[in-house]
C-alpha cells in the first residue's frame, strides 16, 4: 500500500492566522482525499484533489477557507485560512482505493486554534 | 442523504470476552464497505473491504460480514491490544466515503 507522510503532526495557532498542512506519498497517485475529523466526531470529507484540475468541494467547505494545491501526483497541501477555534480538529489526507488495501490515511495534524 | 451509523458508541471487554459491533448504512450506489482502525493520534489503518451480501473476511480475530443493511465486526477472544476506535465507513458515488463516528472499543485483562 501507499506511504503517506503527513506533517506537521500538531499545531498550536493563533486566530486569524492560516496553516498549510502538506501530505507526501511514495507513489504516484490520481486522486488525493482531505478529512477533518472534530473531536467526537466521524471523518467528514473536506476536498478531492487531482493533479492539474481545481479541487472538488463538499458541501460546506469552500475554497477560500481551505485552498488546495496539488503540484504533482506525489504532493498535495491544505491551506486552513483565517483559523479561529471551531478549526479545531484532526486533519488528514488519504489516497486510493488501493487493491487489497483501500484507502490509506496519513497520520493527521492535530490543529488547535487559540 | 446517505449515512453510516455504527453502535454501540463504546465497549468494554474483558479479554478473551467475544462481541460484535454494528455498522448500518443507507449510501447510495454503495460499492463498498471499509472498516478501519484508528488508535489515538494516528490515521485510520485499513482492515476489511466488503462489496457485496453475503461477503466475509476473516483477519486474525476479526471477522467483518455484510448484509443489504449492515454490516458487523465480530471480535473473537480479543485481547487488549486490540483496544481502538472502529470505524465504518461506505463508499458512494465518486469515490466519496461516508463514516460513521465509531466504536470505542477497550479490552481490559
Known amino acids: 500500500s501507499a506511504v503517506i507522510s503527513q506533517k506537521p503532526s500538531r499545531d498550536i495557532c493563533q486566530r486569524g492566522t492560516s496553516l498549510t498542512i502538506q501530505c507526501q506519498v511514495d507513489s504516484q497517485v490520481t486522486m488525493m482525499f482531505w478529512y477533518r475529523q472534530q473531536p467526537g466526531q466521524s471523518l467528514t470529507l473536506i476536498a478531492t484533489?487531482?493533479?492539474?484540475?481545481?479541487?472538488?468541494?463538499e458541501s460546506g467547505f469552500v475554497i477560500d477557507k481551505f485552498p488546495i494545491s496539488r503540484p504533482n501526483l506525489t504532493f498535495s497541501t491544505l491551506t486552513v485560512s483565517n483559523m479561529s477555534p471551531e478549526d479545531s480538529s484532526i486533519y488528514l489526507c488519504?489516497?486510493?482505493?488501493?487493491?487489497?488495501?483501500?484507502?490509506?490515511f496519513g497520520s493527521g495534524t492535530r490543529l488547535t486554534v487559540v | 442523504e446517505d449515512q453510516v451509523t455504527q453502535s454501540p458508541e463504546a465497549l468494554r471487554l474483558q479479554e478473551g470476552e467475544s462481541s460484535s459491533l454494528n455498522c448500518s448504512y443507507t449510501?447510495?450506489?454503495?460499492?463498498?464497505l471499509f472498516w478501519y482502525r484508528q488508535d489515538p493520534g494516528k490515521g485510520p489503518e485499513f482492515l476489511f473491504t466488503?462489496?457485496?451480501a453475503g461477503e466475509e473476511k476473516e483477519k486474525e480475530r476479526l471477522k467483518a460480514t455484510l448484509t443489504k443493511k449492515e454490516s458487523f465486526l465480530h471480535i473473537t477472544a480479543p485481547k487488549p491490544e486490540d483496544s481502538a476506535t472502529y470505524l465504518c465507513a461506505g463508499e458512494g458515488e465518486g469515490d466519496k466515503l461516508i463514516f460513521g463516528t465509531g466504536t470505542r472499543l477497550q479490552v481490559f485483562p
Open positions: 466488503l462489496y457485496s
Open positions: 488519504s489516497v486510493g482505493p488501493g487493491f487489497n488495501y483501500g484507502y490509506t
Open positions: 484533489a487531482n493533479q492539474g484540475s481545481e479541487a472538488t468541494y
Open positions: 449510501v447510495s450506489g454503495l460499492r463498498g
